[in-house]
Structures are given as C-alpha cells and as structure tokens.
C-alpha cells in the first residue's frame, strides 16, 4: 500500500469562489497542523500554541481558522478545513481537504507551505483516485467511471458513468466470475481423482451452466459495447465531399457557430476542423474535412491525406454532394473511398436546383443509413439531418432500452478474452477434454475477468488509466 502523503490543488487553476488543497496519507495531520491556526482557541495546541492540535479534530467536521506560514507568522489565507479520518475518506487514507479562496497565487502558496512538512509530495495526475483503487475502496471500473464522470459530454454520459460508479458494470461481472469459480472448483476436484469423472461431473448441467450463465451474460454485455459505446465515447461524424460543395457550412450549420471559413473558391479547407456538439443527449464529434479530388497543390495534397485518415477513423460519414450539378468522376471517386463505412447522402444546394439533379441510384449502396436534402447555408435540411444521424446510427429502440452496462474499450477488449476462453471451455467440456487444458481456458476467462475489474492488472495498465486523470483527483 503507498506510504507517502501525497497533496495538490484539486481545483481548477484560475479564479474562482473557493479553491480546495487535498492531501492523503499518514503526514496529513501532522502537516495541517504545523500551519493552520484554527479559530477555536481550544483546538489550539498548548495554550500559547498558535497551531492546530489535530488529536482535538473531529473526523468530518468543518474548522475556521488562518493557514500561517509557520516562519514568518503571516496570515496566508482564512481558510475551512475538514479531516476525513481513515479508512472513512476518498482514498482509505486520513485525507485533508483546505477550502481557500480561489486564486493562483493563493493555492499555490498554501500548497509550498504543505510541501514543505516532512514526507509530502506532489501527486500524480489520478493518484487520490489510485490510491482508493490500491486500497480497495473502488474496483477499476468505478475508477474509470470517476473520470468519465469529470469527462462526460452528455445527459447520457453521465448517466452511464454514474451507473458505473455505483458498481453496476463491476456487480454484474463478479456474478459471472463466481461461476466461472464454481466450474474451476469442481474442475480441480476431477484434475485430482479423474476416474470418478464419469460418475460425478455432470457434463450437461456444466455446459449449460457456462452458456447461460457465464457465455450469454458477456456476450450481451459486449452487445451493449457495439450498440452504445458511441454514449460514452461520442459518434465521430466526418462531412466528406468534393471541394465547394458546402461542407464547411454544413459544419457551422450543425455546430451553430461560424468555424470553418466558407468562400465561394473550392479547396478553401485545408486541415481537419474539428468541433463538439450534443444532439438529443448524444455527444457527436464532427469534423469538416479538406475537399477530395485530383489536385497536385502539396499544401491540399496534404490535406486530402487528413482527410483519408479521417475516413479511416469516423463512425459516419455525411457524404455531401452538389445538387444543382450533375455528378462529376470526384464524386463517384469519393463514394467508392467512403462507402465501406455507413453513410448518410447529403444533397447541397438544394436551393440551387431546381429541379434537383437526380442521381438515379448511384449512392444507394448496403451502408447508405440516409438520404437528406440540405441548404447548408440556409440552415435547411439540417435538423432532419441531426434526426437521421441519431435514428441511423443507434435506432429508435436503443436509446429507449437504455441500459448502463456498458463497458469501455479496455473493459470490453478484455470481456472479449474472457468470452473467447470460455467458449473454448464450453467446446472442451463437450468432447470430453476435461484435463489441464479445460482447466487453463477456465483460468483465461478468470484472469480477463479480474482484470476488467481490476484484481489482478499490469502496473503500467494502471499508470496509463489514472495518467488520463487531472491532478488533484
Ligand atoms: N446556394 C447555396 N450555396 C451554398 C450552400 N452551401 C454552401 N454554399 C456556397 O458554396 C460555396 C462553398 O461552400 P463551402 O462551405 O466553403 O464548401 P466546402 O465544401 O467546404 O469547400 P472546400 O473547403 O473548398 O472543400 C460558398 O460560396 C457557399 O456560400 C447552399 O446550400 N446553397
Ligand atoms: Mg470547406
């Protein structure tokens, strides 16, 4: 378990109501009371004492009083401070919180003087967290549900990494992991005495036990993965067309500010622009990307190379094409570059066409999700655009069933090793295969399962997870 104390400012830097300094660990008593001067003569130490005596603080309790600089005797800051004794506090650990006001300067000079007691040092980005991970107070997921919290975009968002702090995630993999316990027991039980297989092991009863059980519960945790990771992470939405088509205000459009340059010459975009915005509780990324065609300019050659990878990287692409102008060879070039992926059709100009040009059914290909008609820079067109992205990509149904089992990608990548093991299991069992190499499928879908929850995990799987965390948190 960590034995430094650990402190750092836990609130955002710049001006604010109050600012908060926490520290955590064994020294944290000792160094508040080395410079706070509480208002209380009676928690005073000594009677001349101008410090605390932290043996007369309360465990969560409020105390008014001066943080001192011990050397000089100046008031830095009136202050309340609160003592959450161990293990009752965020991280197990005797955590101390000081309630300043808000400024650099101020917490900055509060945090030197804390820095400066014997054995305390800065934390890490996520250590307060990672020490109520290491101390057991939290498993992983609820770990990495408390920065998704911090991080969420959306109603929905939240709503997910709340579930998941409350231990939803976690409680519905212990469930399965016990079983996976209870076939591992009665496993190690015929390893040692394998003749009595045939009478006693009830093959039947333990291949439906790991298919309804163990096999069907992950996999509809992974389903959930596929529908709806996009309420975690957000849908990363590419507009994609030739040059001029009116992709950058279809942007400023959709994001309702004006972020992209829009001018009447095509090849006006040059890099990816890329903006954050809610519909219908759902974070959407949206990038407005360099027009696709032949050009030999190195600065736009550049550009359409950001824009294949963008490609690459999106969930949906809103694929956007001129109508008041017959389809030119770029637009068929693009379509094959996008259509692998789901894609929605994006008729500009439409206030331009009259009557629109047809495209007979040239984009009508398998991942077509949509069809929208738009004036980009009359706004027409875009909020039944907004409805087509959310209804193509999550359906209707989804979002009403909604559920907030839904791993992360490094839960779900190993909820997959897990599912993978087991199924081999479930086939051993079947032929009959009930020896060592059952027994190590049966500890491969264990060990993935401990370490989505985080029982037993690389310590560099650890450091790169609370890395993603702000300081003081
Ligand atoms: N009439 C009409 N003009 C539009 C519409 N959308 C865009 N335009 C015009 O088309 C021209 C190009 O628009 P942009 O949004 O810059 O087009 P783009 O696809 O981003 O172009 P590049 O960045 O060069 O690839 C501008 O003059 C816009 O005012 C529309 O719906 N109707
Ligand atoms: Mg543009």
New binding site residues.
């Given amino acids: 378990m960590p034995s430094e104390t650990i402190a750092a400012v836990a609130t955002p830097i710049g001006k604010g109501g109050i600012g908060i300094i926490r520290l955590s660990g064994k020294q944290s008593l000792t160094a508040i009371a080395a410079i706070f001067k509480p208002s209380s003569p009676k928690l005073r130490l000594g009677n001349a004492g101008c410090f605390a005596d932290s043996h007369k603080f309360d465990s969560h309790r409020l105390y008014h009083g001066n943080i001192i600089n011990p050397e000089t005797g100046h008031v830095i800051d009136e202050v309340l401070v609160s003592l959450m004794r161990a293990p009752h506090s965020y991280t197990r650990e005797d955590v101390i919180e000081i309630q300043s006001h808000s400024g650099l300067v101020v917490l900055n000079e509060i945090l030197k003087l804390v820095l400066k007691q014997d054995d305390i040092r800065v934390a890490e980005p996520g250590e307060f967290t990672k020490r109520a991970f290491l101390n057991g107070r939290i498993d992983l997921t609820q770990a990495e549900a408390i920065i998704d919290v911090v991080n969420a975009k959306s109603d929905k968002a939240l709503e997910v990494a709340s579930a998941q702090i409350s231990g939803q995630l976690k409680n519905a993999l212990d469930e399965i992991r016990k079983e996976l316990l209870n076939i591992q027991t009665i496993l190690a039980a015929y390893i040692d005495f394998p003749d009595d297989i045939d009478e006693d092991f009830d093959t039947q009863a333990t291949v439906d036990s790991l298919q309804r059980k163990i096999i069907e519960p992950l996999q509809q945790i992974l389903q959930e993965y596929d529908n709806k990771h996009v309420i975690r992470e957000g849908l990363r939405i590419s507009i994609i ?1 030739r ?7 279809l942007m400023n459009a959709l994001i309702k500010k004006d972020r ?1 340059i ?8 040059r890099d990816i622009i890329e903006e954050n915005i809610n519909v219908r509780g759902l974070p959407l990324i949206f990038t ?1 990307t ?2 696709l065609h032949n050009s030999q300019d190195p600065i736009e050659v550049l550009g359409m190379e950001r824009t294949r990878y963008d490609i690459e990287k999106c969930d949906l692409i809103l694929f956007m094409v001129d109508a008041s102008q017959p389809l030119l060879p770029d637009d068929l070039r693009i379509y094959t570059e996008i259509s692998g992926k789901p894609y929605i059709l994006v008729r ?2 439409i ?2 066409a009259r009557p629109a040009v047809e495209f007979g059914d040239s984009f009508d290909g398998q991942n077509c999700l949509a069809k929208v008609d ?5 706004h027409r067109g875009v909020s039944e655009l907004e409805a087509r992205i959310v209804d193509g990509i999550l359906g209707r149904e989804h979002l009403d069933s909604f559920n907030p089992l839904i791993p992360n990608l490094r839960q779900k990548e190993a909820i997959e090793r897990s599912l993978m093991a087991c199924k081999e299991a479930k086939i051993g069992i079947q032929c009959g295969r009930f020896g060592e190499l059952l027994a190590i499928d049966i500890q491969a879908g264990i060990d993935a399962l401990d370490e989505t929850i985080g029982i037993k995990i690389k310590i560099d799987i650890l450091d790169e997870i609370f890395n993603r965390f702000c300081i003081g948190k």
């Avoid at 040059?243 to 205000?249: E, F, I, L």
């Avoid at 738009?374 to 009359?378: F, K, P, Q, R």
Wanted: no cysteine; glycine share 14%; hydrophobic share 30%.
């Fill in positions: 067309g040059p001029n088509v009116g992709k950058s205000s992209s829009v001018t009447s010459l095509p090849g006006t975009t407005d360099a027009g500009n100009k206030d331009l738009t004036a980009a820079i009359l």
